[in-house]
């Protein structure tokens, strides 16, 4: 955290406000330019641990930053502190930009804290951002729908708050005229996987991880659902992580070779790309 005094805004009886901003995948390019603007124009930005250095280095350098970063079990501040310095922040009347990885309103807490800022009757506005299932798919050229292969697209999170049971209707996710992409799946994949074999998905069915997309960092796996565990366990992708589950991942550039080989141990050793 960028440590500075927080006094009120000079000449300022004009209230606050927050812009809950989505900072896309990672790649400044993905940046909207309402996004752009709104950093440019903040008195203060608060980020996420899952926004990019690439992202941060636009941040112009009088621009305080404040790093309310989580990783996982590692929280920097709570969300109700996170919560309660927006709110504070506002009322002291700056201009609050709070920036978070892909889109706000997806796995991003955006609800929460809106809900939180109305409460307190703290104006906001959201900006969407390119949320990192669409990152992924043009990084690494595997669609989400396509006609025959995925009818539609579903985004499920695969880690429920202080690692509660993933209580999801499996046996509607195993679909496989659907395409699933799992957020925070990481440490659940090999329970994902067999949940979804056990309701009726093939377990060759290919399966994507892509770690970092879009950033200079990313690298992706594929694999087949019944082995997809095995094969992140062996090429430990960096986070953050992603899994793109059905019959679209076969259009992957890469999966052609990679689908072909069948033993357990020779995929392994073969699945990773930079
Ligand atoms: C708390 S969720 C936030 C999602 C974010 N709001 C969005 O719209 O992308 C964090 C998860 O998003 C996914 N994620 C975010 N950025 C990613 C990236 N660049 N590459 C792969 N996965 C990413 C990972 O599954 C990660 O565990």
Request: net charge neutral.
């Amino acid at each position: 955290m960028t440590t500075t005094t927080l006094g009120l805004r000079p000449g300022g009886h004009k209230p606050g406000r927050v812009l809950l901003i989505g900072a896309g995948p990672g790649d400044p390019g993905l940046l909207t330019r309402r996004a752009l603007s709104a950093l440019k124009g903040a008195d203060v930005v608060v980020y996420d641990r899952l926004v990019s250095p690439e992202i941060m280095d636009l941040v112009p350098e009088d621009v305080l930053q404040i790093d309310v970063g989580k990783a996982p079990g590692h929280h920097r501040l709570t969300q109700d502190e996170t919560n309660a310095l927006l709110v504070d922040l506002a009322r002291r009347g700056l201009c609050v930009a709070r920036l978070k990885g892909g889109d706000p309103l997806i796995f991003g807490r955006g609800g929460e804290e809106a809900a939180e800022l109305k409460t307190a009757g703290v104006e906001f506005k959201y900006v969407p951002g390119i949320t990192a299932a669409q990152g992924a798919a043009a990084a690494t050229g595997v669609p989400l729908t396509h006609r025959g292969l995925a009818a539609g697209v579903r985004y499920v999170t695969g880690h429920r708050c202080q690692d509660a049971v993933l209580d999801h209707d499996w046996a509607s996710l195993a679909n496989a005229d659907t395409t699933l992409v799992v957020y925070m799946g990481a440490m659940n994949i090999a329970d994902i996987a067999s949940k979804l074999i056990r309701h009726g998905m093939a377990s060759s069915l290919p399966v994507m991880a892509v770690s970092a997309a879009t950033t200079p960092r990313q690298t992706q796996v594929i694999s087949d659902l019944g082995h997809i565990a095995e094969a992140v366990g062996q090429a430990v992708p960096e986070a953050p992580l992603l899994f793109v589950i059905g019959h679209v991942v076969s259009l992957s550039p890469t999966a052609a070779q990679t689908l072909a080989i069948t033993a357990p141990e020779t995929q392994a050793k073969a699945v990773r790309y930079g």
